[in-house]
């Protein structure tokens, strides 16, 4: 495990402000799949207003009659209706990640990062507008399109740029910034679900995202990586030396990137040879470069006589060597969600507002920070610990306090249920917050990653829209706080399917050697 010196030794402000600004749009995705919580009642015509009174008293005074006229002040939804509008954003969230991928490779992470925004301004303003449920339902699926994008690409781009030693930590900044936007949303909705305030929660969104887009055309830096892997040697070089500054040696890290060293090094070559030329000091110019020329291309033949070997979606289930890690990444996917997660994220204030009153919002903003929180704190302990003890302490605490809860929503204990969402919370966050993510590039080889993605991304979107679009209709049907009782069962399940089906990748070098095939070859995580 890197020391806490060594994972700060190469950060400059630059790498610090644009990996503050690729991640809002994993800040996004949090707000979005919060943005509804706490003004669920007042969206839905069950109550004018939730959170702060003072504030309600204060913001009587400021709302725009004009708007009111012009939009409805509510939208009248049973809980089916309102779990299509939650849920639907998974969905779009599902079609954005399976297809940000292949534009990322061919297009760059930056531009994929900047097309990503105009999904959210979009969604967010057909939202914010929306008269009916079904234009309601259109913002949101728009919405999850750069959700869903975001969640790919940025985890891809952190890898890519964070400092050797250090990515697992710097990789929990997807995880960290979908809490802070979690955050965001809860502490808006807490001041701002009353009237037709709500709709200003919604536009918030499309606010923060053109904040985004400007940053990344402004001061956004591609991938140093990808760069080198496209055959643009000496712009790579440039773009890592600007993210670590002018004093690191960078030279080891460029070696590390592996198979295009052939690539970048013949472009270097290619450059130089074409300043000798032009300066008159290379008489052997025109023949060398050509050489050099051929050289390329057969660099990138070669490059892309790799890229055939990877094994797509459906042979990644044939193939005997990928299909156990296959089994096992979806199943810690759908641990994520299925233990019940976004229950509080997502229904959280409505759900507790019987027992809670109007602190069921305010509660909602502690668990959000307290994710935030635990998250960060959390963040060292794959690598200290190992992947696998963090996936089973998370579910064994997710699955006590699932117990807890229900009891305490059930016998009317509302310190008891408090304590039990906080706690449930930081579960999720020591282990099935941010683990799944990595293991599902650490159990395949490469020729497998991208297929192995696909499936992990499927999983985790389809279960969230499952728990999304039926939690409110089972907890409907079904006696107070029992529904945590099933989450429970699950947890349990989970926890008895990781212990026996899922290897540990802590210190393992490779996916041969994390299912025992393969010699030790150490990796430093």
């Known amino acids: ?102 534009v990322s490779a061919k297009q760059g992470r930056l531009r994929a990062m900047i097309y990503n925004t105009s999904f959210y301004i979009v969604g967010a ?38 400092p050797p030693g250090a990515k697992g930590f710097w990789g929990a900044g997807t995880q960290i910034m979908t809490n802070v936007g979690i955050l965001i949303a809860q502490v808006l909705g807490y001041f701002l679900s009353r009237g037709s305030l709500w709709r200003f929660i919604l536009l918030a969104a499309g606010m923060i995202a053109f904040i985004q887009a400007v940053g990344l055309l402004l001061g956004g830096q591609e991938s140093p990586k990808w760069l080198a892997e496209n055959g643009r040697g000496s712009d790579a070089k440039r773009a890592l030396r600007r993210l670590r500054g002018h004093a690191a040696d960078i030279e080891e890290e460029i070696n590390g990137w592996g198979t295009h060293d052939s690539a970048r090094d013949l472009d270097d070559e290619r450059e130089a040879l074409m300043g000798a030329e032009d300066n008159g000091v290379n008489k052997q110019g025109d023949n060398l470069g050509n050489a050099v020329e051929d050289g390329v291309h057969q660099a990138k033949s070669i490059s892309k006589d790799v890229a055939k070997n990877a094994l797509g979606v459906f042979d990644v289930l044939k193939d005997p060597n990928s299909r156990p890690a296959i089994v096992a990444v979806m199943g810690v996917m759908l641990a994520q969600q299925l233990c019940g997660i976004n229950s509080i994220v997502m229904y959280g204030v409505s759900l507790l507002a019987g027992l809670l009153e109007s602190n069921s919002a305010l509660l909602n903003i502690l668990v959000a920070v307290l994710n935030i929180f635990v998250t960060t704190a959390a963040a060292p302990l794959p690598d200290k610990i190992g992947r696998k003890a963090c996936l089973l302490i998370s579910i064994a605490g997710m699955g006590t306090n699932s117990i807890l809860l229900g009891i305490g929503i059930m016998k009317q204990i509302p310190l008891l249920s408090a304590i039990a969402v906080l706690l449930f919370v930081a579960s999720f966050g020591i282990g099935l917050g941010p683990v799944p993510f990595i293991l599902s590039s650490e159990l395949v080889g490469p020729e497998a990653v991208g297929a192995t993605q696909s499936w992990a991304l499927a999983a985790n979107w389809v279960s969230t829209f499952a728990v999304a679009q039926f939690f409110p209709l089972v907890n409907a049907n079904l006696p107070a706080g029992h529904v945590y009782f099933l989450f429970a069962g699950f947890a349990l399940f989970f926890g008895i399917f990781v212990a026996w089906r899922v290897p540990e990748t802590r210190g393992k070098g490779n996916a041969d050697e994390v299912w025992g095939k393969g010699k030790v070859v150490a990796r430093e995580d």
């Open 1 to 102: 495990m890197p020391s806490r010196s060594g994972m700060f030794k190469d950060l400059t402000p630059r790498f610090v402000f644009v990996l503050f600004i690729s991640t809002i749009g994993p800040l996004l995705f949090g707000y979005h799949l919060a943005e509804l919580n706490a003004p669920q009642d007042v969206i839905t015509c069950v109550r004018k207003s939730i959170g702060a009174s003072a504030w309600t008293r204060l913001t009587t005074h400021f709302r725009s009659r004009d708007a009111e006229n012009l939009l409805p002040q509510c939208i009248p939804m049973d809980p089916g209706q309102f779990g299509l509008v939650s849920s639907i954003f998974t969905l779009g969230g599902l079609v954005g990640a399976l297809t940000a991928g292949p």
């Open 125 to 162: 303003v057909i939202e914010a507008f929306a008269p009916n449920l079904s234009t309601l339902v259109i913002g949101r699926v728009i919405s999850g399109l750069g959700a869903g994008a975001s969640l790919v690409v940025v985890p891809i781009w952190i890898s890519e740029t964070a």
